[in-house]
T-cell receptor, first 111, second 114 residues
């Protein structure tokens, strides 16, 4: 079965520290991988995507993600967290005409 | 502001009823996607239309249907509503048919079934 896992419901980090939000997937073939962010009472916003090419993908707002095929992971990272990064983050995989979303990880950045 | 609009913002209805949710994509975007976000099911892809034709189908129930009109706006019809259909329904649009394109999401329609 195709699936996407975000093993952490919540990640807490201090402002200025690096952050990582984890995502692993279990799909066949060569999927497309995405990260979205959802701010309170708002729709999702696209952050970045991996189709092919370099394993390190750079996206919006200083975020980047590292694709690791052997570990089937696509972790979201940022070198220095901001309080304004506090939001709900979703990892998504597109494969064989369907999107699969992780359950979401709430990121709390404390001043 | 993504440029994608959805109406209504909120909808309260009763079980067994039928509702229609509307989505207007960004200017120039030909693809429209529908998603459901609920507390127990998380975020789920429902269906994609491209230039009026269905392109991909996700976890859409048979009680639900959608269409995309010649002016490219889309409607999601939900019938025989159940309590479990209460959720936030998002639409997104992208320029082409390709699912690797960046999708721009609307603010969502919050549906409450009582």
């Amino acid at each position: 079965a195709q699936s996407v896992a975000q093993p952490e419901d919540q990640v807490n980090v201090a402002e200025g520290n690096p952050l990582t939000v984890k995502c692993t997937y279990s799909v066949s073939g060569n999927p497309y991988l995405f990260w979205y962010v959802q701010y309170p009472n708002r729709g999702l916003q696209f952050l970045l995507k991996y189709i092919t090419g370099d394993n390190l993908v750079k996206g919006s707002y200083g975020f980047e993600a590292e694709f690791n095929k052997s570990q089937t992971s696509f972790h979201l990272k940022k070198p220095s967290a901001l309080v304004s990064d506090s939001a709900l983050y979703f990892c998504a995989v597109y494969n064989f005409n369907k999107f699969y979303f992780g359950s979401g990880t709430k990121l709390n950045v404390k001043p | 502001d993504s440029g994608v609009t959805q109406t209504p913002k909120h909808l309260i209805t009763a079980t067994g009823q039928r509702v229609t949710l509307r989505c207007s994509p960004r200017s120039g975007d030909l693809s429209v996607y529908w998603y459901q976000q609920s507390l127990d099911q998380g975020l789920q892809f429902l269906i994609q239309y491209y230039n009026g034709e269905e392109r991909a189908k996700g976890n859409i129930l048979e009680r639900f249907s959608a269409q995309q009109f010649p002016d490219l706006h889309s409607e999601l019809n939900l019938s025989s509503l159940e309590l479990g259909d209460s959720a936030l329904y998002f639409c997104a649009s992208s320029e082409t048919e390709s699912r690797q394109e960046t999708q721009y999401f609307g603010p969502g329609t919050r549906l409450l079934v009582l």
